[in-house]
Each structure stands twice: as structure tokens, then as C-alpha cells.
């Protein structure tokens, strides 16, 4: 049963914009994750925010948590035309395990140069 | 170098058959996973294993066989019983099971039903 929902399903910017994506969620969370996956390949980690967390950065990644709204953010700056990929969420639900985590549909973000 | 692969990168099944894909990691972690993936659309779980000898069903295990003899090998059996087979096949490892770790991918096999 998938949890997360990303929002939008597609993605187009001009290579230096700010590229947001968003990920709702149905139950309550341990922790949530983003992944990247370019075009026929595996699936990349880019960061963890836990469930008393609010705000994480990593380079020019930055993810927030909203529990009280069952949603989180993934705000990619100064984008560039590598960042071009699949970005999911991975929640991980109340009181379980990362094995019940549940991958949503994703979002398809296309950065043009 | 460490990491997880997978193979073939493409297989072709005819309808009927059982085919195997192989999945091996050197990254000594406990756990290890299958997922399936369709066209424009999310990971779905078909088995994971937290350790050696031990495996458990995730979502859509119907059609699907695996094994854990080795810490190193989870290989999945698509069996003919799987009606829709088509689709990309993703193989993760994780240090273990506990809450927060991070799911460490392959680079996905290719099954394509002719």
C-alpha cells in the first residue's frame, strides 16, 4: 500500500530556478526520505528528515517536514540541467521499520539548459 | 568497489516460463529487498529479507519466489503464475531493518515478456 503521494507528477524549469516538489502522506511517520532515480537506472538516497524534525539541508538540497499537515518539501536551488530526474519520497510508518517503508509515484523534474 | 548488482540488465521471458534474476551486494548488510517498478509509477515491494534464511512477502509477492542462503545473494524467481511480469526490477540492501536506515539500490533489471 503506497503512502506517499509526490506533487506535481512533472517538473519543467529553466536551468537556475528553484525546483519544488512535494510529497503528502496519509499516516503517521518515523522518518521520511527523497530519493533520486535518473532514466532506467537505480534509485539514489539524498536525505532523511525524521518525524521531530522541521528542516534539513544537504548542498543544495533542502527538505522540510510538516507533520501537523501530513506533508514534506524538497526545494532544489540553482538548478542545473544533471539535476534532470525522478525524485520520490520513502515513508517509513509510525512504529515500524525501514522494511514497511512505501515509495510514492514520484516527481519527474525537467531542467532545461 | 562496493555496492549492489544486479543481473542480466535485460531478459526476455516467454510465457510460461520461470526466469531468475540475480541480485548480490558487498556492502555486508543484513537486509536486503526486491521492488518492482512500472512505467511512470512508484516502487512497489514484492519480498524483503532481514537475514539470512528469512524472507517475508511485502505487497505484491503473488507470482514471485526468492531465497536468502547467503548474506550476500537475494535472487528473485519471476515464476509463470506472474500474469504481468513486465516491468523494471529494482534490488535494495540495507545495513538492517531498524527504523531510519537508508535503502542502498541496484541498477534495476529490465523483464519484458514476449
Known amino acids: 500500500s503506497q503512502q506517499g503521494e509526490e506533487d506535481p507528477q512533472a517538473l519543467s524549469i529553466q536551468e537556475g530556478e528553484n525546483a519544488t516538489m512535494n510529497c503528502s502522506y496519509k499516516?503517521?511517520?518515523?522518518?521520511l526520505q527523497w530519493y533520486r532515480q535518473n532514466s532506467g537506472r537505480g534509485l539514489v538516497h539524498l536525505i532523511l528528515?525524521?518525524?521531530?524534525?522541521r528542516e534539513k539541508h544537504s548542498g543544495r538540497l533542502r527538505v522540510t517536514l510538516d507533520t501537523s499537515k501530513k506533508s514534506s518539501s524538497l526545494l532544489i536551488t540553482a538548478s542545473r540541467a544533471a539535476d534532470t530526474a525522478s525524485y520520490f519520497c520513502?515513508?517509513?510508518?509510525?512504529?515500524?521499520?525501514?522494511?514497511?517503508?512505501?515509495f510514492g509515484d514520484g516527481t519527474t523534474l525537467t531542467v532545461k539548459p | 568497489d562496493g555496492g549492489i548488482t544486479q543481473s542480466p540488465k535485460y531478459l526476455f521471458r516467454k510465457e510460461g516460463q520461470n526466469v531468475t534474476l540475480s541480485c548480490e551486494q558487498n556492502?555486508?548488510?543484513?537486509?536486503m529487498y526486491w521492488y518492482r517498478q512500472d512505467p511512470g509509477q512508484g516502487l512497489r515491494l514484492i519480498y524483503y529479507?532481514?537475514?539470512?534464511?528469512?524472507?517475508q512477502k511485502g505487497d505484491i509477492a503473488e507470482g514471485y519466489s526468492v531465497s536468502r542462503e547467503k548474506k550476500e545473494s537475494f535472487p528473485l524467481t519471476v515464476t509463470s503464475a506472474q500474469k504481468n511480469p513486465t516491468a523494471f526490477y529494482l534490488c535494495?540492501?540495507?545495513?538492517?531493518?531498524?527504523?531510519?536506515?537508508?535503502?542502498?539500490f541496484g541498477e534495476g533489471s529490465w523483464l519484458t515478456v514476449v
Open positions: 528528515i525524521r518525524s521531530n524534525e
Open positions: 556492502l555486508n548488510h543484513d537486509a
Open positions: 529479507s532481514q537475514i539470512v534464511n528469512d524472507f
Open positions: 520513502a515513508t517509513e510508518p509510525y512504529n515500524t521499520n525501514a522494511g514497511k517503508s512505501t
Open positions: 499516516t503517521s511517520i518515523n522518518n
Open positions: 535494495a540492501s540495507s545495513p538492517g531493518t531498524s527504523s531510519g536506515n537508508t535503502i542502498y
